[in-house]
Nanobody, 120 residues
Framework: QVQLVESGGGLAQPGGSLTLSCAISESITRFKSVGWYRQAPGKQRELVGTIFDTGPTHYADGVEGRFTISADIGMKKVYMQMDSLKPEDTAVYYC??????????????WGQGTQVTVSS
């Protein structure tokens, strides 16, 4: 069973930074993409950013230029550096890994989430 464990959340001041980590129990190369999602109270879970197996990254409009996703294949970790944090970034952040098998099928795996609170 694939396990994803997020860490690095906490309290940050507006304009501050945090780095989230997603530790994956399997080789990252197994997955088509690894993404970060977030869910604020009373809101739907939304995609924050994704890193694809071939290397490219994609970010939601609201975090483009502030958040950076990277992967360490040897450590089996995916990171998200969050800079210039805003109160509206407050949410529970989840790591998500998607596999894509040759027949087009594949499973999606989720971590348990880590709380990020941006407040002065």
């Amino acid at each position: 069973q694939v396990q994803l464990v997020e860490s690095g959340g906490g309290l940050a001041q507006p304009g501050g930074s945090l780095t989230l980590s997603c530790a994956i129990s399997e080789s990252i190369t197994r997955f088509k993409s690894v993404g970060w999602y977030r869910q604020a109270p009373g809101k739907q879970r939304e995609l924050v950013g994704t890193i694809f197996d071939t290397g490219p990254t994609h970010y939601a409009d609201g975090v483009e230029g502030r958040f950076t996703i990277s992967a360490d294949i040897g450590m089996k970790k995916v990171y998200m550096q969050m800079d210039s944090l805003k109160p509206e970034d407050t949410a529970v952040y989840y790591c998500n890994a998607r596999e894509l098998l040759r027949d087009g099928s594949g499973s999606v795996y989720w971590g348990q989430g880590t709380q990020v609170t941006v407040s002065s």
